[in-house]
T-cell receptor, first 108, second 115 residues
């Protein structure tokens, strides 16, 4: 079974700071998801990656398949970015395996 | 299509009661997944369906839990004789196929509180 580790578990940043959240996994995968969860809310998919890098607005996600590692970056962070960010991996046809999440608080 | 819908959003029940949750996936999606998330943890897999067939069940799914997807469309998750440890967010997701590239979409979840 894949083990998915995220770091840090909790992160507090000042508005405008550049933020990085890391995810590592133990077994080769076919793709990795970065997900966002607001308090009391459902989960929204931000990115699905199988290689390289993707960018959407102020969010950038990268993955290194050889090193089994992915990062999610947020540029010019804003209080509305405050949420839990979850990394999840998929191997072939199996259901997603999730990390425990990183709780981000951005302070104005 | 409005995405994956879950009903109810919140449920408070007394210990020992039975509860049933419903999930309506995206209509084109043939796979439907149930996950459970407790406070401070990532979601954990419970079970999934391809069309009406239940393909896999986690050992987390005790005999008090049952899930169905009778016509390959909506699904129900029933918990019998609820316990306080069942308090959690129950998340449903759907996808087409099962591979990584097929529109994995989550519902807003059903938050269960057992008192």
């Amino acid at each position: 079974k894949n083990e998915v580790e995220q770091s840090p578990q909790n992160l507090t940043a000042q508005e405008g700071e550049f933020i990085t959240i890391n995810c590592s996994y133990s077994v080769g995968i076919s793709a990795l998801h970065w997900l966002q969860q607001h308090p009391g809310g459902g989960i929204v998919s931000l990115f699905m990656l199988s290689s390289g890098k993707k960018k959407h607005g102020r969010l950038i996600a990268t993955i290194n398949i050889q090193e089994k590692h992915s990062s999610l970056h947020i540029t010019a962070s804003h209080p509305r970015d405050s949420a839990v960010y979850i990394c999840a991996v998929i191997e072939g046809n199996t259901p997603l395996v999730f990390g425990k999440g990183t709780r981000l608080s951005v302070i104005a | 299509d409005t995405g994956v819908s879950q009903d109810p959003r919140h449920k408070i029940t007394k210990r020992g009661q039975n509860v049933t949750f419903r999930c309506d996936p995206i209509s084109e999606h043939n796979r439907l997944y149930w996950y459970r998330q407790t406070l401070g943890q990532g979601p954990e897999f419970l079970t999934y369906f391809q069309n009406e067939a239940q393909l896999e069940k986690s050992r987390l799914l005790s005999d008090r839990f049952s899930a169905e997807r009778p016509k390959g469309s909506f699904s129900t998750l029933e918990i019998q004789r609820t316990e306080q440890g069942d308090s959690a967010m129950y998340l449903c997701a759907s996808s087409f196929g099962g591979g990584a590239n097929y529109g994995y979409t989550f519902g807003s979840g059903t938050r269960l509180t057992v008192v």
